[in-house]
């Protein structure tokens, strides 16, 4: 206990003579020992790295993960050591809520067998963006976390132990320059001759000692000096070595930034891959919508680009409704599954479970059928319809 007691009082000593140093230095009122172009350059370059490492390390997690009560869950289970619980990511929760209202509504209808197939390509979404999250994760926020917490806490340790022992070689130096004041000091008054006529006849010899007593101060001030710069120069070089593998870690980083971009091409393609098969599963399920967006994509400036949902293309519209004869076979009685209203004077408005007549004339859309009600004639969309044998 009582060395444990002398320990603290020993450090303590020692943490208030660095802060007096340090203070004095910023007062500008000691000398500071400065490091090299190279040496401050390599810092320089070491903070930049750790600073934007960490920027990158966190805005990729939110990228990853938006939600922040996730993230947190995740962090606790990782300083726990726990594995984190499976999650269901939020295209899976999508398509399982689909595939169970396909259930309510019955697989049989034209909605719930569309919410079949909608409901299955977001569980395979899901499961993409399951698989990207996971490869990004290892491959690429893993040795950032690395480097954060191992490599930078490292070399802080380093620096740390470097600038303690600048405070203690630039505090060497203090003491070895007012050792030398004051035996320059005791020499000159040794010099001169002794006055025995003074009440105090003993100056002379007191002044010996003095000097003596100074020259042994100044030998043990020069011997402190020299440890202090042996300890600095070796805390030195090992930072300036921990400091010039910054590059091997740009090197590192660099790999695990083009697996990252492999994972994102990787999900992406997936996930356009499985865009385009559920648009040509449902190409004759929702037509207007998906023929819209095709002109939107394929042809900014093309007029039929902007005209709305449900509306005819230009070459229905040169059909004049008022022409069509109904065939002499080929008719058929439709029941309308949902309620439409027409989008112009060529179209033909429906309530829900009615009963029309239906048929289609030669170069006509095929997304489009002429239905008729008693004396009303018009265009009416196919997948409105559920059409009766």
């Known amino acids: 206990m009582d060395f444990n007691v002398r320990k603290l009082a020993s450090d303590a000593g020692i943490f208030f003579s660095r802060a007096v140093q340090f203070t004095e230095e910023k007062l500008g009122q000691a000398e500071k020992t400065e490091l090299d172009t190279h040496f401050e350059n390599l810092l320089s370059r070491a903070d930049c790295t750790k600073n934007w490492t960490e920027k990158i390390y ?34 899976e929760i999508l398509g399982q809520f689909m595939l169970e209202a396909a259930k309510e509504f019955g697989p049989g209808t034209p909605y719930g067998s569309t919410l079949i197939k909608v409901g299955d390509c977001q569980r395979r979404l899901g499961g993409a963006e399951r698989e990207f999250l996971q490869t990004s994760s290892i491959s690429f926020l893993t040795p950032l976390r690395n480097f954060l917490e191992g490599d930078w ?34 020499a000159c008054e040794g010099e001169a001759a002794p006055d ?19 020259n042994e101060e100044l030998d043990k001030a020069e011997h402190e000096l020299r440890v202090a710069q042996t300890e600095f120069d070796r805390q030195a070089e090992v930072t300036r070595l921990l400091l010039e593998g910054i590059s091997s870690t740009h090197v590192n980083h660099l790999r695990c930034l083009c697996e990252f971009v492999e994972a994102q091409t990787v999900y992406y393609n ?24 095709s002109h939107a994509v394929g042809s900014p400036t093309d007029p039929s680009a902007f005209l709305p949902l449900n509306s005819p293309s230009p070459d229905t519209d040169a059909l004049q409704i008022e022409e069509v004869q109904p065939p002499a076979s080929g008719t058929r009685k439709a ?16 309530l829900a479970d009615e009963l029309i007549t239906v048929y289609t004339v030669p170069g ?26």
Request: with cysteine.
């Open 58 to 91: 966190r805005q990729t997690e939110v990228l990853l993960q938006p939600n922040p009560g996730s993230r947190i869950e995740e962090f606790l289970y990782e300083k726990l050591d726990r594995k984190v619980p499976p999650r269901a990511t939020n295209g």
């Open 153 to 186: 806490r490292t070399i802080s340790k380093e620096r740390r132990l470097l600038e303690n022992r600048r405070l203690d070689l630039d505090a060497c130096k203090a003491r070895l320059k007012k050792a030398k004041a004051a035996e320059a000091k005791a």
């Open 196 to 214: 025995f006529q003074e009440t105090r006849p003993r100056n002379y010899v007191l002044s010996a000692s003095a000097s003596a007593l100074w």
């Open 270 to 293: 997936q996930c356009h891959k499985y865009m385009q098969e559920l648009q040509r599963e449902l190409g004759r399920r929702c037509p207007d919508s998906l023929e819209v967006n």
């Open 335 to 350: 029941k309308v599954l949902y309620a439409y209203d027409a989008g112009d004077s060529s179209e033909l408005s429906l």
């Open 364 to 389: 006509m859309d095929s997304d489009w059928l002429i239905g008729e009600r008693g004396n009303q004639k018009g265009k009416v969309p196919v997948t409105y319809l559920e059409l009766l044998s």
